[in-house]
């Protein structure tokens, strides 16, 4: 399984970007795909994930400003951020669990970067 991500960037404060993910290689029936997110120095953290039954969960910090959603037929996870702020900014990974086998896949991190 591989899972490439895009959508990264510069952006003001304020400002919105989104992020995408795409998986390839399987298609699993059950699974949580998401991001997480590591801002240096510290822990690597859950930002949102989407469950194949549709539900999502939100880190609390995210709520109200992003919005993660799925494309089943492209396999493909978006993270629209809105009202982004300066410590929103971090790498921002993507990842896939399959609860089936319970394993964990990560794709590249993509650099997310908030000017204030």
């Known amino acids: 399984v591989q899972l490439q991500a895009s959508g990264g960037g510069l952006v003001q404060a304020g400002g919105s970007l989104r992020l995408s993910c795409a998986a390839s290689g399987r298609t699993f029936r059950s699974y949580s795909m998401g991001w997480f997110r590591q801002a240096p120095g510290k822990e690597r953290e859950l930002v949102a994930r989407?469950?194949?039954?549709?539900?999502?969960n939100y880190a609390d910090f995210v709520k109200g400003r992003f919005t993660i959603s799925g494309d089943s037929a492209q396999n493909t996870v978006y993270l629209q951020m809105s009202s982004l702020r300066s410590e929103d900014t971090a790498v921002y990974y993507c990842?896939?669990?399959?609860?089936?086998?319970?394993?964990?896949?990560w794709g590249q991190g993509t650099l997310v970067t908030v000017s204030s």
């Open positions: 989407i469950n194949s039954d549709g539900s999502t």
């Open positions: 990842h896939l669990n399959t609860w089936a086998t319970r394993k964990n896949y």
